[in-house]
T-cell receptor
Framework: DGGITQSPKYLFRKEGQNVTLSCEQN?????MYWYRQDPGQGLRLIYYSQIVNDFQKGDIAEGYSVSREKKESFPLTVTSAQKNPTAFYLCASSITPRGNQPQHFGDGTRLSIL | QKEVEQNSGPLSVPEGAIASLNCTYSDRGSQSFFWYRQYSGKSPELIMFIYSNGDKEDGRFTAQLNKASQYVSLLIRDSQPSDSATYLCAVRGAGGTSYGKLTFGQGTILTVHP
């Protein structure tokens, strides 16, 4: 089945540790996105990629890094510089980054600090 | 002023009634508008999108768009307890730094009681 797979479902980070969240899609979508959701809040854009080997900062990119070496993969690294990483992280993709194409979401990763 | 605003609710309606969810946006050039439903602990799922003024209907759901008033709404007819969720409004920017990006409102919590 086509879809967006995020792993792991739950992740715990120790102080000073970098952790990487995986996002894979087999929909042949060009655009991929990472969002952060805090309790009772909407989604905030961390990074997005419109095409392979290209990505742009979103609204809250500090303390995060990404890569887009393959069309189907867009991993997010939460670095030790992100002082408040506890949140629900959502990966999304769309056929194209513009126009009327909607974004579809993976099941998310919950990150907590140990 | 927030770019996309929704009443956080909770909005409580009886089963069988019409639920009306509202969203206003600040970017007058915005082109397309999306409604997502998010159950507690889950990722958002797309319900509808609209990009032309007027109404768009899909089953029990109707999206209404008024670009002059910068207002988009979602009506849910014959509300069911299974419709109880958080509804997120998302707006795609049209120009400048917001071009192509989705901006989400904070969501409206809907509760449908039997």
């Amino acid at each position: 089945d086509g879809g967006i797979t995020q792993s792991p479902k739950y992740l715990f980070r120790k102080e000073g540790q970098n952790v990487t969240l995986s996002c894979e899609q087999n929909l042949n979508h060009d655009a991929m996105y990472w969002y952060r959701q805090d309790p009772g809040q909407g989604l905030r854009l961390i990074y997005y990629s419109q095409i392979v080997n290209d990505f742009q900062k979103g609204d809250i990119a500090e303390g995060y890094s990404v890569s887009r070496e393959k069309k189907e993969s867009f991993p997010l690294t939460v670095t030790s510089a992100q002082k408040n990483p506890t949140a629900f992280y959502l990966c999304a993709s769309s056929i194209t980054p513009r126009g009327n194409q909607p974004q579809h979401f993976g099941d998310g990763t919950r990150l907590s600090i140990l | 002023q927030k770019e996309v605003e929704q009443n956080s609710g909770p909005l409580s309606v009886p089963e069988g009634a019409i639920a009306s969810l509202n969203c206003t946006y600040s970017d007058r050039g915005s082109q397309s508008f999306f409604w997502y439903r998010q159950y507690s602990g889950k990722s958002p799922e797309l319900i509808m999108f609209i990009y032309s003024n007027g109404d768009k209907e899909d089953g029990r759901f109707t999206a209404q768009l008024n670009k002059a008033s910068q207002y988009v709404s979602l009506l849910i007819r014959d509300s069911q307890p299974s419709d109880s969720a958080t509804y997120l409004c998302a707006v795609r920017g049209a120009g400048g730094t917001s071009y192509g990006k989705l901006t989400f409102g904070q969501g409206t919590i809907l509760t449908v009681h039997p």
